[in-house]
């Protein structure tokens, strides 16, 4: 089971309750949050919220039904040898690469994922250290979501996701596919993504963002810089994906061809 975790601060300090208090601790030491340069687009979702209340992690195997994963196994045959692997049947999905263009940055999202954490407490336990505080579960990555909408296209999905989670209002025909087919879990899943670029700017600004209240999401929105691109992928530190990876070198290499601001 996975212990406690102190709110926001090192491990040894006192827990911390309560959004004040760790607006506090984001804000006393901000290089921890916002290291590379990354300015928080998200005046209602910076950093403090995403991890404000988290605690009381355990982990234990699946228990039910869910509406987004079905471990399955699988059964087939390879050089006259039958073989088994087991899977994840899960949905296929949209990623979205933002450009703003007045502040030459693209716009990533950052959110706490669970499974990250987990990983993180796994390998701290293991060491026999403490468990890590909630921020050890934060994960960079593209605006993106599932699709689990029918009748919906990769399209619309995308730009009602770009809407939810980082408040811009961007047409379906304003985006461009960069990627189709994206396998980003071929052992476990083999589920797809779709991968856009677009590029927004203040104008289109529509709301908030920072994810919906009826799934309980808590995403901040980031520019990042594009000088800093290249360090904030190699920078170990930070969980990212692979999909926010490829979507950086894509958008910089575009960006140094001259294919945009």
Same mark, same amino acid.
């Given at each position: ?82 073989r088994r692997w087991d899977a994840v049947a899960a949905h ?25 954490? =987990? ?20 994960c960079y990555e593209l605006c993106a979501g599932i699709m ?37 879990? =071929? ?19 529509a709301c908030a963002g920072g994810g919906t209240a009826c ?47």
């Open positions: 089971m996975l212990r406690r975790a102190a709110a926001l601060g090192a491990p040894r300090a006192a827990p911390q309750r309560g959004m004040a208090a760790a607006a506090a601790a984001a804000a006393a030491q901000p290089d921890n949050y916002y290291p590379h340069g990354l300015v928080s687009l998200s005046p209602e979702c910076p950093v403090f919220h995403v991890l404000d209340g988290l605690g009381g992690f355990s982990e234990q195997a699946l228990d039910g039904p869910s509406p987004f994963v079905r471990p399955t196994t699988l059964r087939f045959t390879h050089g006259g040898s039958a296929d999905s949209v990623a979205v690469l933002l450009l703003h263009a007045p502040r030459r940055a693209f716009v990533i999202v950052r959110q706490f994922r669970p499974a990250v954490y =987990a990983v993180r407490a796994r390998a701290a336990r293991a060491a026999g250290a403490p468990d890590p505080p909630p921020a050890a579960g934060l689990d909408k029918a009748g919906k296209s990769a399209e619309q999905t995308c730009c009602e996701e770009v809407l939810e989670e980082v408040g811009y209002s961007v047409p379906p025909a304003a985006l461009r596919r960069v990627a189709g087919g994206v396998v980003s879990s =071929a052992g476990i899943t083999g589920a797809t993504q779709d991968v856009f670029y677009a590029e927004v700017d203040e104008s289109m600004r799934r309980s999401e808590r995403v901040e929105a980031l520019a990042l810089p594009v000088d800093a691109a290249a360090a904030f992928i190699e920078d170990a530190a930070l969980a990212k994906t692979p999909g926010l990876c490829f979507g950086l070198l894509w958008g910089a290499a575009r960006l140094a061809g001259g294919g945009g601001t």
